[in-house]
């Protein structure tokens, strides 16, 4: 246990409750982020996306056929394109539909009868120059840049802004395709690799070729992908816990042999992560790291990387305790969300603490597995250096708005805390696991993650939920000594906070049960020296 000494008086400045004033959000927001009655009478089934990669006029073009069970009866379906791009046809069963845009959002008027329970479909022509990213991945788009000998290098990411900058979709993450063909055809010179599997290549004797990925299990939309290079590709065998797991890396050329050494992180992370968050999801479609020409990203069995063969992040270590050098940030981080992004993905943005808290988390669960709990501890901890408490972590539902940047540091130090409370390892890897069986394959909300944390762990932690998730405040254990014992309470807490807490009072542990009242443990002699379990993210202060 590493604590914190309270008698140095450790008073960080309260954190401001006052929340930041709510954003104005528009009528495009709420289209793109709620599930509109347009989206809601159909779920998807397959997508058949077509993409031509056109280097010189810089444009996306094809088509996407959406396989679709109807719900209930329907005239109208909404796809979302956004600007500058182009739906340019829409037909089912060989007639031509009539469609009415609005913004990002166009609106199919529907000439079939769409009887619930069939399965129908519809094909969508597009095309366009889509937006160029400025700040991938960050800022959504396409990428189009050249490697070092001269070659195009081309590369999509869309989290956030959406998939839609790119191709006609439901561009919401509630509904995810059961399964997906992707075909990119591009110079042939290069080649693409999407998601899943690459099923064929043909030759299309005109100076391009198209590859055909196949994706067998459920996906989200920003977790499709297109990376177009000059690729080389190698691959390994990892022998998991649900049997060989094929590893294909893909990197440029010139890195060959920097890759092969360096990205023996990969079955080091494959082992760490199956431990504790039980099998890699999907087998079916094997697991692949991409080189691209931006830090990284967590796309689907396709996890693309760039962080030039370099542990840490960007040649630093977010924790700043030095344990964060040992091990690529971008291999670790961006493959712990094949467990908690793409297995278990968000249904609103606005819970995205489910994807990045438990992903920032993970980084220390890979410690942990290789160096040992106190690591992963220091680790942690040090992350909270980045945490600002400037806004809650849970975002605005509805309108495709995510929370502070706090769901990373702030969101893992919160599970890190909820370690604490469970106080049996095995139980909470337990929790972990069970999270990833319980959920396989879905998409949640904040709320489902929280109850299952809660019946596991067999308590009430709505109040600890809300402290950490819906408010800005770090609760403070506020405690005085004097000749009969120690008072101690929490304060700077939401409605019926009162989690225990590990401190140890001259020398020796206790588990305190605070709560708003202040309550007084009777000692022997006056209390000379208390420290809160650093492991705990709470601050305390000394009241005279
Ligand atoms: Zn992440």
Known sequence: MKSLTLSLCFVIGFATTALAQSPKFTRQDTLRGSITPERAWWDLVHYDLGVKVDPEAKTFSGQNTVTYKVLTEAKTMQIDLQHPMKITEVMQ???????????????????KKQVPGAV????????????????????????WT??????DFIVTTC??????????CKDHMYDETDSMTISVTV???????????????????????TFEWFVSNPINNYGVNVNVGDYVHFGEVYDGEKGPLDCDYYVLKDNLKKAKTHFEDVPKMLAAFEHWFGPY????DSYKLVEVPYYGMEHQSSVTYGNFYKNGYHSTDVSGTGWGFNFDFIIVHESGHEWFANNITYKDIADMWVHEGFTAYSESLFLDYFYGKEASEEYVIGTRQNIRNDRPIIGYYEVNKSGSGDMYSKGA???????????????WRMMLRGLNKEFYHQTVTSDQVEHYLAMQFGGNLRPFFNQYLRDVRIPVLEYKADGSGLSYRWTNTVENFAMPVEVTIDGKAQRLKPTGEWKTLKLDNPAKKVEVDKDYYVESKLVK
């Open 146 to 151: 050249k490697d070092n000998n001269g070659n």
């Open 281 to 284: 999801p999907f087998y079916e």
């Open 413 to 427: 130090n919160m599970l890190h805390t909820l370690r604490q409370l469970v106080n049996d390892d095995e139980k």
């Open 93 to 111: 069963d060989g007639k031509a539909l009539k469609f009415l845009q609005n913004g990002n959002a166009w609106f199919i008027s529907l000439k």
């Open 159 to 168: 989290q956030g802004d959406g998939a839609s900058l790119w191709w006609p």
């Open 187 to 209: 110079p042939d010179h290069l080649m693409d690799v999407s998601n899943g599997r690459l099923r064929k290549t043909t030759d299309n004797n005109d100076g391009t070729k």
């Open 120 to 143: 129908n479909n519809l094909t969508i022509s597009y095309g366009g120059r889509p937006q160029v990213s400025k700040r991938p991945p960050w800022e959504g788009g396409v990428t």
